[in-house]
């Protein structure tokens, strides 16, 4: 069901989840590069300034956790990080932000010979490096479960009735050069544990939502460069997510804002949004830049696809109420 609504007051066991993606915060100041990328697609030179403007709207939002779903810097590098975490400030707590990595937060850049891997700017590590006490080195303790990798991992939010579950879809892309550093891959590993985890018979209780960067279903190709965007294995994943029965899957990388709707796929209801950048709608004559809030009351998940003027006051839009799964 959609419906027009604004987002009203907070109410009593309200959760509110901030969805953002592809910041692309960009730091460089290269003539030829700024020239290249506005031929081939937006300048990316408002970025830092649309989050700001972001934050500050969803700061009014009484917004208790941020998911910013991959690609928060534009290359990986020192300077587009400490931009970032100096605009996220007082976000920057685990228990207030979740981040997982886009394929250019690891970066186009070619390892040069003789460089120790940890000089290495486009390792996973690195990403993670920039955000100490933000990755959990453990699996909440109701779960009685080891964690054996970086990812998957799992918060609980709202009291412990939310499960957010973040996937890694940056793969092996350090191999890779060139356009096709936009593949994804969750990769063998990580999907055992994902599958593991996922029988878990304590998540059965909590709403669950998954976050990753790559889209885990084949979307319609808007550019040529989408067809290097596909995510491997997800036909596999897919099938977990539906078998494990979880509730809403959050996205970003495609750059464009959707939602993906199953009814009752293989038995089970789910939702799949992608977030899309902030500017994703922004033109020559619009300026108005959009984020998703998730409202959580109870066992109901309402959507809100949030506009945001940059000189006018924000509204909401629409919003999209899914009931997450029958009160018990
Ligand atoms: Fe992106
Ligand atoms: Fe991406």
Same mark, same amino acid.
């Given at each position: 069901?959609?419906?027009?609504?604004?987002?009203?007051?907070?109410?009593?066991?309200?959760?509110?989840?901030?969805?953002?993606?592809?910041?692309?915060?960009?730091?460089?100041?290269?003539?030829?590069?700024?020239?290249?990328?506005?031929?081939?697609?937006?300048?990316?030179?408002?970025?830092?300034?649309?989050?700001?403007?972001? #934050?500050?709207?969803?700061?009014?939002?009484?917004?208790?956790? @941020?998911?910013? !779903? =991959?690609? *928060? &810097?534009?290359? +990986?590098?020192?300077?587009?990080?400490?931009?970032?975490?100096?605009?996220?400030?007082?976000?920057?707590?685990?228990?207030?932000?979740?981040?997982?990595?886009?394929?250019?937060?690891?970066?186009?850049?070619?390892?040069?010979?003789?460089?120790?891997?940890?000089?290495?700017?486009?390792?996973?590590?690195?990403?993670?490096?920039?955000?100490?006490?933000?990755?959990?080195?453990?699996?909440?303790?109701?779960?009685?479960?080891?964690?054996?990798?970086?990812?998957?991992?799992?918060? #609980?939010?709202?009291?412990?009735?939310?499960?957010?579950?973040? @996937?890694?879809? !940056? =793969?092996? *892309? &350090?191999?890779? +050069?060139?356009?096709?550093?936009?593949?994804?891959?969750?990769?063998?590993?990580?999907?055992?544990?994902?599958?593991?985890?996922?029988?878990?018979?304590?998540?059965?209780?909590?709403?669950?939502?998954?976050?990753?960067?790559?889209?885990?279903?084949?979307?319609?190709?808007?550019?040529?460069?989408?067809?290097?965007?596909?995510?491997?294995?997800?036909?596999?994943?897919?099938?977990?997510?539906?078998?494990?029965?979880?509730?809403?899957?959050?996205?970003?990388?495609?750059?464009?804002?959707?939602?993906?709707?199953?009814?009752?796929?293989?038995?089970?209801?789910?939702?799949?949004?992608?977030?899309?950048?902030?500017?994703?709608?922004?033109?020559?004559?619009?300026?108005?830049?959009?984020?998703?809030?998730?409202?959580?009351?109870?066992?109901?998940?309402?959507?809100?696809?949030?506009?945001?003027?940059?000189?006018?006051?924000?509204?909401?839009?629409?919003?999209?109420?899914?009931?997450?799964?029958?009160?018990?």
């Amino acid at each position: 069901m959609i419906r027009q609504s604004e987002l009203g007051p907070k109410v009593p066991g309200e959760f509110r989840i901030a969805h953002l993606s592809d910041l692309h915060i960009s730091a460089d100041r290269s003539g030829l590069r700024s020239r290249w990328r506005s031929w081939v697609g937006k300048s990316q030179a408002k970025n830092l300034v649309n989050l700001q403007t972001v #934050l500050s709207d969803l700061a009014a939002q009484d917004i208790d956790h @941020i998911v910013i !779903t =991959g690609d *928060l &810097t534009n290359g +990986a590098k020192e300077e587009e990080f400490d931009a970032l975490k100096q605009a996220l400030g007082e976000w920057l707590q685990s228990d207030r932000l979740t981040v997982l990595p886009g394929n250019h937060d690891l970066s186009y850049r070619r390892v040069r010979p003789g460089m120790a891997l940890h000089e290495c700017p486009r390792k996973l590590w690195h990403f993670v490096s920039h955000f100490p006490g933000l990755f959990p080195s453990h699996y909440p303790p109701e779960m009685r479960h080891a964690k054996k990798q970086l990812f998957p991992f799992v918060k #609980l939010l709202g009291s412990g009735r939310i499960a957010l579950i973040v @996937i890694d879809t !940056t =793969g092996h *892309l &350090t191999t890779k +050069a060139g356009p096709f550093n936009s593949f994804g891959q969750v990769g063998l590993a990580q999907l055992a544990e994902l599958r593991a985890i996922l029988k878990n018979p304590w998540l059965h209780n909590c709403i669950k939502i998954v976050a990753m960067h790559h889209h885990p279903m084949i979307v319609p190709i808007a550019t040529m460069f989408d067809s290097f965007k596909y995510l491997f294995q997800s036909k596999q994943l897919l099938d977990l997510l539906y078998e494990s029965r979880i509730e809403l899957v959050i996205h970003g990388h495609k750059h464009h804002p959707f939602c993906w709707q199953s009814h009752t796929f293989r038995g089970h209801d789910m939702i799949v949004i992608c977030a899309g950048p902030p500017d994703a709608y922004a033109g020559d004559k619009s300026f108005d830049l959009v984020y998703n809030i998730y409202s959580i009351v109870g066992h109901r998940i309402s959507i809100h696809y949030r506009t945001c003027p940059a000189s006018q006051r924000p509204k909401t839009e629409f919003s999209h109420v899914h009931a997450a799964k029958p009160e018990r």
